[in-house]
């Protein structure tokens, strides 16, 4: 068979993460968010504009999972035993945010409090563990014998904590442009006002990752730094720049939709940037898709099932997306 | 912790998240079905008794539903996290069947859900239902890929280890394993048992606070037509998996009825009580009705069947708590056929909403078959060991390298957050369901369609300040 499998699946498992970090991006930013703004109508509307949708965003993390396990058996064991307390901890965060959403409707006044601090922390450690996850990824991991083979705290560096709360600064940047995007009035001149700010300062965090990563990981060096990849990629670095600036101008203006969409830009093209620099390794820094692939029989098998389904699952995401469209105001509760 | 060793402490890791998980997605499958079929009800008769449920039991899916998404996120992280010998081993199969539940089923629940919960005025009315039947037959998909997986694990076919790995060579065979069909009907009609007896009980309360209102009846009604229906088929269906589980794992049954060795030429009896001792290779204090074993066991007098003592002591699952898991899931489900009977002579008599010792017993019924669920499943994955994929995989070679202190950290979050975070999440559910349906006439606008179901009823679960 002419088709590469691994080369598939590694899209399609890039494409789920993606898809993960952009959508669940925004709702644990609304969390991200909370400590910003006390009022409960405001709280409450904040909620409301991810209430229908959450449960689905979180649905591509477990596709990650277990497309993971179906096609690189061996990257879900090793990446996962290694990740072990910071992905305890993501979904301890998880777990608390997402009850928290039917919670704290359900509350007694007197509890109510308690669920919106569940619903701000729960976001906080879930970001932070995705993004010290992610620094240990870039970091790599030690593996003997087809399992991992270091200890239960070797992701924890000072690289991975900035990570961490560079993934916390982004969501924050996606959650504020979404509902820059999905309310009106004192709430949506907060948001706009607090965007700002923190667009530059994940400006600051992707420029210090990008910086870090080259130099101490040599092989990202050489990935980025060598003719013709200097030129090839050029582009990745130009194109943050450009979307900053768009976004710092849009939020300046009277934009809704416009300050989301570039933010979307921004994390897709941080988030390419990171393919490039690991590419083809599925378990830093050596084993590569190839090595890691699953049988053939296991890959085709579920290939053809998400070919297949992944399209009827962003038509009917869209829909939902479509039903639930426009502004969420104040008072009009789902609940 | 407690001197246990690191396999141990990931083996209850492992159990106790999953026995909590279990509950919810019982309830969820359950109850999804059931909405579905009261807005059917409520489309077709436009009575508004149906409207008034589906508006009472959708609040209560929703905080249940919530609770079995984030709890299951944890079980399809840990068998990397924990068991990536496993992973590494199996994950070829066990991956692909997850990819798919996740595929066909996760997203489907997800993606009709919140027009399900929060879109009434978002869609119209045919949507709607169109949504809830998208996330009742989710909640059906995803319970037949799971029990693939598991029961692959159990009567594992259609593979090859090649290289250290399994190799799957036929997919129908790995997914129509030998237990699958027994496990899937088992298990689904479980569910459905279950949330009968859930709806059941929550009507029987109502109705013994003298709140006999036409919604409380018919909740009371549907949910004994089911249990009485669907008890006795669940006895049958137990049966068949019964059967199937001596022809594939018959050590699993020899531990469950502590039964060790045969006399030539002698029948089986039925042990209904006494204490298998593993080590004495003996069940103490038996208390056995003769001949009862091989009639219910091999269908026919003087049938035999393997004794635990046929079996190297290694290979052996710990007959102890098979035999007291087991007893407390029949023993709970003869109680339920005995409901439902009970339940079903009293609707001929015409006394089914005023006899209180009636309404006490299925009351007290509520938590029944989650508690048998849970024996069930106790029962089925504990005497699969010491294999975790039967006979080709053993538990001890599964386990992620972590030390006994780091699981032993993790397991006490999990158990503080599970039980502070869930068990407010079913004492919510509780006082959802304490509080009763509503009926409010302003709910539907001239079309008979409502206006704001959920938004007409406060939503905290104060029980004296509901507003009703």
Same mark, same amino acid.
């Not at chain 1, 669940?24 to 400590?35: A, E, K, N, T, V």
């Given at each position: 068979?002419?088709?590469?499998?691994?080369?598939?699946?590694?899209?399609?498992?890039?494409?789920?993460?993606?898809?993960?970090?952009?959508?669940?991006?925004?709702?644990?930013?609304?969390?991200?968010?909370?400590?910003?703004?006390?009022?409960?109508?405001?709280?409450?509307?904040?909620?409301?504009?991810?209430?229908?949708?959450?449960?689905?965003?979180?649905?591509?993390?477990? +596709? $990650?999972?277990?497309? %993971?396990?179906?096609?690189?058996?061996? #990257?879900?064991?090793?990446?996962?035993? &290694? =990740?072990?307390? !910071?992905?305890?901890?993501?979904?301890?965060?998880?777990?608390?945010?997402?009850?928290?959403?039917?919670?704290?409707?359900?509350?007694?006044?007197?509890?109510?409090?308690?669920?919106?601090?569940?619903?701000?922390?729960?976001?906080?450690?879930?970001?932070?563990?995705?993004?010290?996850?992610?620094?240990?990824?870039?970091?790599?991991?030690?593996?003997?014998?087809?399992?991992?083979?270091?200890?239960?705290?070797?992701?924890?560096?000072?690289?991975?904590?900035?990570?961490?709360?560079?993934?916390?600064?982004?969501?924050?940047? +996606? $959650?504020?442009?979404? %509902?820059?995007?999905?309310?009106?009035? #004192?709430?949506?001149?907060?948001?706009? &006002? =607090?965007?700002? !700010?923190?667009?530059?300062?994940?400006?600051?965090?992707?420029?210090?990752?990008?910086?870090?990563?080259?130099?101490?990981?040599?092989?990202?060096?050489?990935?980025?730094?060598?003719?013709?990849?200097?030129?090839?990629?050029?582009?990745?670095?130009?194109?943050?720049?450009?979307?900053?600036?768009?976004?710092?101008?849009?939020?300046?203006?009277?934009?809704?939709?416009?300050?989301?969409?570039?933010?979307?830009?921004?994390?897709?093209?941080?988030?390419?940037?990171?393919?490039?620099?690991?590419?083809?390794?599925?378990?830093?820094?050596?084993?590569?898709?190839?090595?890691?692939?699953?049988?053939?029989?296991?890959?085709?098998?579920?290939?053809?099932?998400?070919?297949?389904?992944?399209?009827?699952?962003?038509?009917?995401?869209?829909?939902?997306?479509?039903?639930?469209?426009?502004?969420?105001?104040?008072?009009?509760?789902?609940? | 912790?407690?001197?246990?060793?690191?396999?141990?402490?990931?083996?209850?890791?492992?159990?106790?998240?999953?026995?909590?998980?279990?509950?919810?997605?019982?309830?969820?499958?359950?109850?999804?079905?059931?909405?579905?079929?009261?807005?059917?009800?409520?489309?077709?008769?436009?009575?508004?008794?149906?409207?008034?449920?589906?508006?009472?039991?959708?609040?209560?899916?929703?905080?249940?539903?919530?609770?079995?998404?984030?709890?299951?996120?944890?079980?399809?992280?840990?068998?990397?996290?924990?068991?990536?010998?496993?992973?590494?081993?199996?994950?070829?199969?066990?991956?692909?069947?997850?990819?798919?539940?996740?595929?066909?089923?996760?997203?489907?629940?997800?993606?009709?859900?919140?027009?399900?919960?929060?879109?009434?005025?978002?869609?119209?009315?045919?949507?709607?239902?169109?949504?809830?039947?998208?996330?009742?037959?989710?909640?059906?998909?995803?319970?037949?890929?799971?029990?693939?997986?598991?029961?692959?694990?159990?009567?594992?076919?259609?593979?090859?280890?090649?290289?250290?790995?399994?190799?799957?060579?036929?997919?129908?065979?790995?997914?129509?394993?030998?237990?699958?069909?027994?496990?899937?009907?088992?298990?689904?009609?479980?569910?459905?048992?279950?949330?009968?007896?859930?709806?059941?009980?929550?009507?029987?309360?109502?109705?013994?606070?003298?709140?006999?209102?036409?919604?409380?009846?018919?909740?009371?009604?549907?949910?004994?037509?089911?249990?009485?229906?669907?008890?006795?088929?669940?006895?049958?269906?137990?049966?068949?998996?019964?059967?199937?589980?001596?022809?594939?794992?018959?050590?699993?049954?020899?531990?469950?009825?502590?039964?060790?060795?045969?006399?030539?030429?002698?029948?089986?009896?039925?042990?209904?009580?006494?204490?298998?001792?593993?080590?004495?290779?003996?069940?103490?204090?038996?208390?056995?009705?003769?001949?009862?074993?091989?009639?219910?066991?091999?269908?026919?007098?003087?049938?035999?069947?393997?004794?635990?003592?046929?079996?190297?002591?290694?290979?052996?699952?710990?007959?102890?708590?098979?035999?007291?898991?087991?007893?407390?899931?029949?023993?709970?489900?003869?109680?339920?056929?005995?409901?439902?009977?009970?339940?079903?002579?009293?609707?001929?008599?015409?006394?089914?909403?005023?006899?209180?010792?009636?309404?006490?017993?299925?009351?007290?019924?509520?938590?029944?078959?989650?508690?048998?669920?849970?024996?069930?499943?106790?029962?089925?994955?504990?005497?699969?060991?010491?294999?975790?994929?039967?006979?080709?995989?053993?538990?001890?070679?599964?386990?992620?390298?972590?030390?006994?202190?780091?699981?032993?950290?993790?397991?006490?979050?999990?158990?503080?957050?599970?039980?502070?975070?869930?068990?407010?999440?079913?004492?919510?559910?509780?006082?959802?369901?304490?509080?009763?349906?509503?009926?409010?006439?302003?709910?539907?606008?001239?079309?008979?369609?409502?206006?704001?179901?959920?938004?007409?009823?406060?939503?905290?679960?104060?029980?004296?300040?509901?507003?009703?």
């Amino acid at each position: 068979m002419g088709i590469d499998l691994p080369l598939l699946w590694a899209i399609i498992i890039g494409f789920g993460l993606m898809m993960y970090v952009i959508m669940d991006g925004f709702d644990l930013g609304i969390g991200i968010l909370f400590p910003f703004v006390t009022a409960r109508a405001d709280r409450d509307t904040m909620v409301n504009t991810v209430a229908p949708v959450w449960d689905g965003n979180e649905t591509w993390l477990v +596709l $990650g999972g277990a497309a %993971l396990m179906a096609a690189f058996p061996l #990257a879900y064991a090793v990446i996962l035993s &290694a =990740l072990y307390l !910071p992905l305890a901890a993501m979904l301890a965060g998880l777990i608390w945010r997402g009850v928290a959403f039917e919670f704290r409707f359900k509350a007694d006044e007197a509890h109510k409090w308690f669920w919106d601090q569940a619903f701000a922390w729960g976001s906080y450690i879930a970001a932070f563990s995705q993004g010290v996850a992610l620094g240990a990824f870039i970091d790599g991991f030690k593996v003997t014998g087809g399992a991992y083979d270091g200890g239960a705290l070797d992701w924890l560096t000072p690289f991975s904590l900035f990570t961490g709360a560079g993934l916390v600064i982004a969501y924050a940047l +996606l $959650g504020a442009t979404w %509902l820059v995007m999905k309310t009106d009035g #004192a709430l949506q001149r907060r948001m706009r &006002a =607090l965007a700002r !700010p923190v667009t530059l300062v994940l400006l600051v965090v992707i420029a210090i990752v990008s910086l870090w990563t080259p130099l101490t990981h040599p092989q990202v060096a050489s990935r980025w730094f060598s003719f013709p990849e200097i030129v090839l990629f050029a582009p990745v670095p130009v194109l943050v720049g450009l979307s900053t600036i768009g976004l710092v101008v849009a939020l300046g203006r009277d934009t809704h939709a416009a300050p989301f969409v570039l933010a979307l830009l921004l994390l897709f093209l941080g988030y390419s940037g990171l393919a490039i620099s690991l590419w083809p390794h599925i378990i830093p820094p050596a084993i590569s898709i190839w090595d890691a692939a699953a049988p053939p029989q296991s890959m085709g098998f579920t290939l053809v099932g998400a070919l297949f389904i992944i399209p009827f699952i962003l038509v009917y995401t869209a829909w939902s997306y479509y039903v639930f469209r426009g502004k969420v105001t104040a008072g009009e509760g789902y609940h | 912790m407690f001197g246990l060793t690191a396999l141990e402490l990931a083996r209850i890791q492992f159990g106790f998240t999953v026995s909590f998980h279990i509950i919810f997605p019982a309830i969820t499958i359950g109850l999804a079905s059931y909405l579905a079929v009261l807005e059917g009800l409520w489309l077709w008769k436009e009575d508004a008794v149906y409207r008034d449920l589906y508006r009472f039991w959708s609040t209560i899916f929703a905080v249940n539903f919530a609770m079995g998404v984030v709890s299951g996120l944890v079980m399809a992280y840990q068998f990397g996290t924990n068991w990536s010998y496993f992973s590494s081993f199996a994950g070829s199969v066990t991956g692909p069947l997850l990819a798919y539940e996740v595929l066909t089923a996760f997203f489907l629940e997800a993606g009709f859900l919140g027009v399900m919960l929060f879109g009434w005025n978002k869609v119209g009315p045919g949507l709607h239902f169109f949504a809830t039947l998208m996330v009742a037959a989710g909640t059906l998909i995803s319970a037949t890929w799971i029990l693939a997986s598991n029961s692959w694990m159990q009567t594992p076919q259609g593979f090859e280890v090649i290289g250290g790995r399994v190799v799957p060579v036929d997919w129908l065979k790995v997914i129509f394993n030998p237990s699958f069909p027994y496990r899937l009907a088992h298990m689904t009609v479980a569910a459905y048992l279950a949330t009968a007896l859930f709806v059941g009980a929550s009507g029987a309360w109502h109705l013994l606070r003298g709140r006999a209102t036409p919604a409380v009846r018919t909740m009371l009604s549907m949910a004994m037509w089911m249990t009485v229906v669907v008890a006795p088929l669940q006895v049958a269906i137990g049966d068949a998996h019964g059967l199937n589980t001596l022809a594939h794992q018959p050590a699993k049954i020899a531990a469950l009825e502590g039964h060790w060795q045969n006399t030539p030429g002698e029948s089986v009896p039925l042990i209904l009580f006494g204490w298998p001792d593993m080590a004495a290779e003996t069940t103490r204090y038996a208390v056995a009705i003769p001949d009862l074993g091989s009639l219910i066991l091999t269908h026919r007098w003087g049938g035999q069947i393997p004794g635990l003592k046929e079996f190297a002591p290694d290979d052996r699952p710990n007959a102890t708590i098979l035999f007291w898991s087991f007893r407390a899931m029949v023993g709970l489900g003869v109680l339920m056929v005995l409901l439902g009977v009970w339940g079903l002579w009293l609707r001929w008599r015409g006394a089914l909403y005023d006899t209180p010792l009636f309404l006490w017993f299925a009351t007290l019924m509520g938590p029944a078959g989650l508690a048998a669920i849970l024996a069930g499943w106790l029962t089925t994955e504990i005497g699969r060991q010491p294999w975790v994929v039967y006979g080709v995989m053993r538990t001890r070679d599964a386990v992620s390298n972590h030390s006994a202190l780091a699981l032993s950290a993790t397991l006490a979050l999990f158990i503080v957050m599970y039980f502070i975070v869930f068990g407010t999440g079913i004492s919510y559910m509780l006082k959802l369901v304490a509080r009763g349906p509503a009926h409010d006439d302003h709910a539907a606008d001239d079309k008979g369609r409502p206006a704001r179901p959920l938004s007409a009823a406060p939503d905290a679960v104060e029980l004296t300040s509901g507003g009703e």
